[in-house]
Nanobody
Framework: QVQLVESGGGLVQPGGSLRLSCAAS????????MGWYRQAPGKQRELVAQ???????NYADSVKGRFTISRDNAKNTVYLQMNSLKPEDTAVYFC???????????????WGQGTQVTVSS
């Protein structure tokens, strides 16, 4: 079993910054790609950023140049540094990891519970 716990969400003014963290724990054998998704009220969940094991990254067009995803493999943690935040960034942010636990024979998707990010003046 693999568990993901997000933290770092909160209320921030437009133009401000916030850093989200997601720590994976459990019977982890390997963690492959990790990513951040978000879901705003009335919207579908969308990919914000992803990072593979070797460090290559990909971002949604709406956050390019403002958000940075990174990971600390020793801590099984992925981060999302969010700068120049806009009201439209308001959403629940979810962490996802593709991982293998000692109880499974292949990689599977795991999701965190989400953390609220609100950008408002």
């Amino acid at each position: 079993q693999v568990q993901l716990v997000e933290s770092g969400g909160g209320l921030v003014q437009p133009g401000g910054s916030l850093r989200l963290s997601c720590a994976a724990s459990g019977t982890i054998v390997v963690i492959g790609a990790m990513g951040w998704y978000r879901q705003a009220p009335g919207k579908q969940r969308e990919l914000v950023a992803q990072i593979i094991s070797e460090g290559s990254t990909n971002y949604a067009d709406s956050v390019k140049g403002r958000f940075t995803i990174s990971r600390d493999n020793a801590k099984n943690t992925v981060y999302l540094q969010m700068n120049s935040l806009k009201p439209e960034d308001t959403a629940v942010y979810f962490c996802k990891a593709i991982a293998k636990s000692s109880w499974t024979s292949r990689l599977s998707d795991y999701w965190g519970q989400g953390t609220q990010v609100t950008v408002s003046s």
